[in-house]
Structures are given as structure tokens and as C-alpha cells.
């Protein structure tokens, strides 16, 4: 009976372990979502987005290349960095929003950035620059962004949306992204991994604080 109560216990304890290990984001929380999930749900939110030009009037890569250029170029080093957790399975897929009037960036889970251009102007050089799409990158390759839209809407909300279902909610979320509030611990912790993934780069990391 002792020998069947340990074997339990042992198989109990594996399954457990599995679930913490899989479930944890890198910032030490849970979440439940797998990473194909982060991807689906970040690209029926990119889609939503590119669908909506009055909201988020998305410059095309092909009429502002040099502009695109550079962001592509600041992204690829800090993916060479060797910091980041999900670089081969995220997107980090790039897009410019023509608004000179805003002052911000976001990012969607799988690795949706989103950069509005009067950030981009009012920034002061490349690497104030690279700190941005570092802090934005944190937050997707922590997860942040599926945890915080968790705790907003509710779990059985976001996998209903992730598969296929809820559509109306799925735009609901992609007119609030830009304006999505993290916690000042998820929002520290994006600053301290942006400088992290900044540091094996030519940048200057300060920037990114």
C-alpha cells in the first residue's frame, strides 16, 4: 500500500511540475496560455487592426522602407542578442502608425509591435529608439500582455476568442491595446529586460531606461 501511495504521490508530483513549468511566464507568473496561443491571438488582434485604418492608420512597409528599415534593423539586434526567450516562435512583426500627435507604442502577444510616428519623432536618437521597441518586446516575450488581458476579461473570454469565436470582443480588445494598463511591477520589469536585451548591442542601454 506504502509502495502505490509513493507511486502516486511521484506521479502527482510530475504532472505538477509539468504544468507549473509550462504554464509560468518569464516573469515568474501564470499563465495558462501556450505559445501557439500567444500567436493566434496576436494575429487575429494584428488582423483586427490592420482592419481598422480610422483607428490605426498603419503606414505601408513598401511606400516608407526607410523608415521600416531602421526599425527592422534596431528589432534584428536586439532578437541577435541572445536575450530573448521566444525569438524563433514569436513574429515581431513591425508596424507604424501615422499619428504624430501620440506618443506611444504597444505590442499584442506573439510579438506584434507598434510604434505611432509621433513617438518616433519626438524621440531624440536611435537609441531612445531602441529602448522603446525593447520595452515593447519585454513585454511580449514575458507575456505580459495575455496575462494583464486575462485579468481584464476573463479566461474563458480569451479562449473562446482564440478559437474563432466572440469576434465583437476580439475588436473590443483591439481598440483598447494602445491604451492597455499594465501593473508598475510588469512595466518595471520591461524597462530592466529592455536594458538586458540592449546591453550585448552596439546601444547604449541607459536609453532604455
Not at 507568473?29 to 482592419?51: R, T
Not at 537609441?127 to 500582455?145: F, I, S
Request: hydrophobic fraction near 40%.
Amino acid at each position: 500500500m506504502r509502495n502505490r501511495f509513493l507511486k502516486f504521490a511521484a506521479i502527482s508530483f510530475s504532472i505538477f511540475s509539468f504544468i507549473t513549468i509550462q504554464s509560468c511566464s518569464n516573469g515568474g507568473g501564470v499563465n495558462i496560455f501556450s505559445i501557439e496561443d500567444d500567436k493566434e491571438l496576436g494575429a487575429q488582434l494584428d488582423a483586427e487592426i490592420l482592419n481598422d485604418p480610422a483607428t490605426y492608420p498603419i503606414l505601408s512597409e513598401s511606400s516608407y522602407s526607410t523608415a521600416y528599415d531602421l526599425l527592422n534593423d534596431i528589432r534584428d539586434r536586439i532578437l541577435a542578442s541572445g536575450k530573448i526567450t521566444y525569438t524563433t516562435d514569436f513574429v515581431w512583426e513591425l508596424r507604424i502608425i501615422h499619428d504624430d500627435a501620440t506618443l506611444n507604442a504597444f505590442c499584442t502577444p506573439g510579438g506584434y509591435i507598434y510604434v505611432y510616428t509621433g513617438l518616433i519623432k519626438y524621440l531624440e536618437n536611435e537609441a531612445q529608439l531602441a529602448g522603446v521597441l525593447g520595452h515593447e518586446m519585454a513585454h511580449a516575450d514575458l507575456r505580459h500582455v495575455t496575462d494583464q488581458l486575462t485579468e481584464q476579461y476573463g479566461l474563458s473570454l480569451l479562449i473562446s476568442i482564440v478559437l474563432g469565436e466572440n469576434s465583437s470582443v476580439l475588436t473590443d480588445i483591439a481598440l483598447g491595446l494602445a491604451g492597455l494598463a499594465f501593473s508598475r511591477g510588469d512595466e518595471s520589469q520591461a524597462d530592466e529586460y529592455s536594458v538586458i536585451y540592449l546591453c550585448p548591442t552596439d546601444y547604449y542601454a541607459a536609453g532604455a531606461a
